[in-house]
């Protein structure tokens, strides 16, 4: 059964730092592009960063120098590093795996991905 379970998650003050992880199975998570998306509340879903099958990374503005997406495709893990937080980073954090055709390049568009996680909270007080 193909799972993405979102962790790392919490409550931090501004400026601080967050690890996510995004756990993968049921499918070879390396063959795909993987990416991760936000949305806070009343605000519409986000592209924040994703990573190819190849390992090409891509950042929305508002996060790039701050944040930082790996993955571990011994371990079927994607994680994303968040640096700096701001209060304006608060929203649940999902992550979900790209269509197959589409995973030779890291896209931040939602209709590019088939499945996802459940999400994960991130909240940053000021």
């Known amino acids: 059964q193909l799972q993405l379970v979102e962790s790392g998650g919490g409550l931090v003050q501004s400026g601080g730092s967050l690890r996510l992880s995004c756990a993968a199975s049921?499918?070879?998570?390396?063959?795909?592009?993987i990416g991760w998306f936000r949305q806070a509340p009343g605000k519409e879903r986000e592209g924040v960063s994703s990573?190819?099958?190849?390992?090409?990374?891509n950042y929305a503005n508002s996060v790039k120098g701050r944040f930082t997406i790996s993955r571990d495709n011994a371990k079927s893990t994607i994680s994303l590093q968040m640096n700096s937080l701001k209060p304006e980073d608060t929203a649940v954090y999902y992550c979900?795996?790209?269509?197959?055709?589409?995973?030779?390049?890291?896209?931040?568009?939602?209709?590019?991905?088939?499945?996802w996680g459940q999400g994960t909270q991130v909240t940053v007080s000021s």
């Open positions: 049921g499918f070879t998570s390396g063959d795909y592009a």
């Open positions: 979900a795996r790209a269509r197959e055709s589409l995973s030779w390049y890291a896209s931040l568009t939602q209709n590019d991905y088939d499945y």
């Open positions: 990573i190819s099958r190849h390992g090409v990374v």
